[in-house]
Protein backbone atom coordinates (compact mmCIF):
# COMPACT_ATOMS: atom_id res chain seq x y z
CA UNK A 1 0.00 0.00 0.00
CA UNK A 2 1.47 3.19 -1.23
CA UNK A 3 1.65 6.47 1.33
CA UNK A 4 -1.59 8.01 -0.74
CA UNK A 5 -3.72 4.71 -0.25
CA UNK A 6 -2.29 4.81 3.51
CA UNK A 7 -3.67 8.34 4.12
CA UNK A 8 -7.19 7.50 2.47
CA UNK A 9 -7.80 4.88 4.26
CA UNK A 10 -6.70 6.53 8.01
CA UNK A 11 -8.58 9.18 7.05
CA UNK A 12 -12.18 7.51 6.14
CA UNK A 13 -11.24 5.37 9.20
CA UNK A 14 -12.02 8.91 11.68
CA UNK A 15 -14.65 9.51 9.30
CA UNK A 16 -13.16 12.75 7.92
CA UNK A 17 -13.24 14.45 4.77
CA UNK A 18 -10.55 15.56 2.05
CA UNK A 19 -11.90 19.15 3.35
CA UNK A 20 -11.10 18.43 7.19
CA UNK A 21 -7.99 17.07 6.31
CA UNK A 22 -6.41 19.56 3.89
CA UNK A 23 -7.48 22.44 6.63
CA UNK A 24 -5.65 20.66 9.18
CA UNK A 25 -2.98 19.73 7.89
CA UNK A 26 -2.43 23.47 6.50
CA UNK A 27 -3.37 23.20 2.38
CA UNK A 28 -5.55 25.29 0.98
CA UNK A 29 -8.10 23.33 -0.53
CA UNK A 30 -9.26 19.46 -0.51
CA UNK A 31 -8.00 19.23 -4.10
CA UNK A 32 -4.19 18.54 -2.81
CA UNK A 33 -5.47 15.90 -0.64
CA UNK A 34 -7.45 14.46 -3.73
CA UNK A 35 -3.90 14.41 -5.54
CA UNK A 36 -2.02 12.97 -2.46
CA UNK A 37 -4.58 9.94 -2.25
CA UNK A 38 -5.22 9.26 -5.83
CA UNK A 39 -1.02 8.66 -6.94
CA UNK A 40 1.02 9.60 -3.71
CA UNK A 41 2.90 12.41 -5.16
CA UNK A 42 2.73 16.48 -4.05
CA UNK A 43 3.24 15.60 -0.64
CA UNK A 44 6.39 17.24 0.31
CA UNK A 45 8.10 15.94 3.42
CA UNK A 46 7.44 18.19 5.58
CA UNK A 47 3.26 17.91 5.30
CA UNK A 48 4.06 14.48 6.33
CA UNK A 49 3.83 15.11 10.04
CA UNK A 50 0.92 17.43 9.97
CA UNK A 51 -1.29 15.13 7.85
CA UNK A 52 0.01 12.59 10.90
CA UNK A 53 -0.83 14.77 13.42
CA UNK A 54 -4.15 15.36 11.94
CA UNK A 55 -5.12 11.63 11.53
CA UNK A 56 -4.08 10.88 15.21
CA UNK A 57 -0.68 8.91 13.90
CA UNK A 58 2.57 9.07 13.39
CA UNK A 59 4.63 9.81 10.06
CA UNK A 60 6.58 6.34 9.97
CA UNK A 61 2.92 4.43 10.00
CA UNK A 62 2.16 7.06 7.03
CA UNK A 63 5.28 5.65 5.17
CA UNK A 64 4.44 2.66 5.74
CA UNK A 65 6.99 1.25 7.77
CA UNK A 66 5.04 0.47 10.74
CA UNK A 67 3.02 -2.64 9.93
CA UNK A 68 -0.24 -2.25 11.19
CA UNK A 69 -1.74 -0.36 14.39
CA UNK A 70 -1.91 -3.77 16.20
CA UNK A 71 2.09 -3.94 16.10
CA UNK A 72 1.69 -0.44 18.43
CA UNK A 73 -0.62 -2.81 20.54
CA UNK A 74 1.62 -5.64 20.33
CA UNK A 75 4.58 -2.56 22.06
CA UNK A 76 2.13 -1.47 24.56
CA UNK A 77 1.25 -5.37 25.79
CA UNK A 78 5.27 -6.39 25.99
CA UNK A 79 5.41 -3.09 28.27
CA UNK A 80 2.62 -2.87 29.83
CA UNK A 81 0.72 -5.91 30.05
CA UNK A 82 -2.61 -7.19 28.39
CA UNK A 83 -4.90 -5.17 30.39
CA UNK A 84 -3.12 -2.29 28.65
CA UNK A 85 -3.52 -3.43 24.68
CA UNK A 86 -6.57 -4.27 25.51
CA UNK A 87 -7.92 -1.09 27.04
CA UNK A 88 -6.03 1.03 23.97
CA UNK A 89 -7.56 -1.80 21.67
CA UNK A 90 -10.95 -0.24 23.22
CA UNK A 91 -10.32 3.35 23.58
CA UNK A 92 -9.26 2.72 19.95
CA UNK A 93 -12.85 2.43 18.97
CA UNK A 94 -14.53 5.18 20.98
CA UNK A 95 -15.15 8.42 19.16
CA UNK A 96 -13.75 11.73 20.26
CA UNK A 97 -16.42 12.09 22.84
CA UNK A 98 -16.49 8.46 24.31
CA UNK A 99 -12.27 8.76 24.75
CA UNK A 100 -12.85 12.41 26.69
CA UNK A 101 -15.34 10.43 29.25
CA UNK A 102 -13.55 6.99 29.39
CA UNK A 103 -10.23 9.54 30.18
CA UNK A 104 -12.50 11.50 32.61
CA UNK A 105 -13.61 8.09 34.19
CA UNK A 106 -9.99 6.60 34.38
CA UNK A 107 -8.99 10.09 36.14
CA UNK A 108 -11.67 9.64 38.82
CA UNK A 109 -10.73 6.15 39.38
CA UNK A 110 -6.92 6.86 40.02
CA UNK A 111 -8.42 8.68 43.25
CA UNK A 112 -10.17 6.06 44.60
CA UNK A 113 -7.90 4.15 47.17
CA UNK A 114 -9.41 0.20 46.25
CA UNK A 115 -8.45 0.86 42.50
CA UNK A 116 -4.82 2.27 43.10
CA UNK A 117 -1.84 0.74 43.83
CA UNK A 118 -0.34 0.68 47.26
CA UNK A 119 3.05 2.22 46.91
CA UNK A 120 3.35 5.40 45.10
CA UNK A 121 5.82 6.05 42.56
CA UNK A 122 5.95 9.65 43.62
CA UNK A 123 4.96 11.15 47.08
CA UNK A 124 3.81 14.53 47.50
CA UNK A 125 5.77 17.45 48.92
CA UNK A 126 4.37 17.99 52.11
CA UNK A 127 5.39 21.27 54.17
CA UNK A 128 6.13 19.25 57.02
CA UNK A 129 8.43 16.90 54.82
CA UNK A 130 10.92 20.16 53.77
CA UNK A 131 13.30 19.59 56.14
CA UNK A 132 15.61 18.65 54.31
CA UNK A 133 15.69 22.07 52.63
CA UNK A 134 16.41 23.61 55.75
CA UNK A 135 19.86 24.81 56.85
CA UNK A 136 21.81 22.56 58.85
CA UNK A 137 23.92 25.24 60.15
CA UNK A 138 24.21 29.01 59.18
CA UNK A 139 26.71 31.16 60.72
CA UNK A 140 27.13 35.16 60.53
CA UNK A 141 29.06 36.85 58.02
CA UNK A 142 32.34 38.03 59.35
CA UNK A 143 34.00 39.17 56.05
CA UNK A 144 31.83 42.10 56.39
CA UNK A 145 29.24 44.20 58.86
CA UNK A 146 25.88 42.84 58.46
CA UNK A 147 23.32 45.79 59.20
CA UNK A 148 20.06 45.14 60.89
CA UNK A 149 18.21 45.73 57.55
CA UNK A 150 20.25 42.85 55.82
CA UNK A 151 19.21 40.54 58.64
CA UNK A 152 15.48 41.44 58.17
CA UNK A 153 15.60 41.53 54.76
CA UNK A 154 17.05 37.63 54.85
CA UNK A 155 14.71 36.88 57.51
CA UNK A 156 11.88 38.35 55.65
CA UNK A 157 13.46 36.10 52.53
CA UNK A 158 13.62 32.54 54.42
CA UNK A 159 10.10 33.41 55.83
CA UNK A 160 8.60 32.86 52.30
Same mark, same amino acid.
Given at each position: ?22 K?A ?6 ? @?????V ?8 K ?48 E ?14 ? @????T ?23 E ?13 D ?6
Open positions: MDIGQIIKQRREELGMSQEELAMGYKSRSS @INKIEDGRGLPQSISAIAKALKTTPASLMGWEETESFALDHVNSCFGESAREMLSNFQKLNSGQKEALKRVSEMVH @IPQYKTAQVISPLHKDTRTYLQPVAAHRTDIEVTEEMKQYDAFFDE
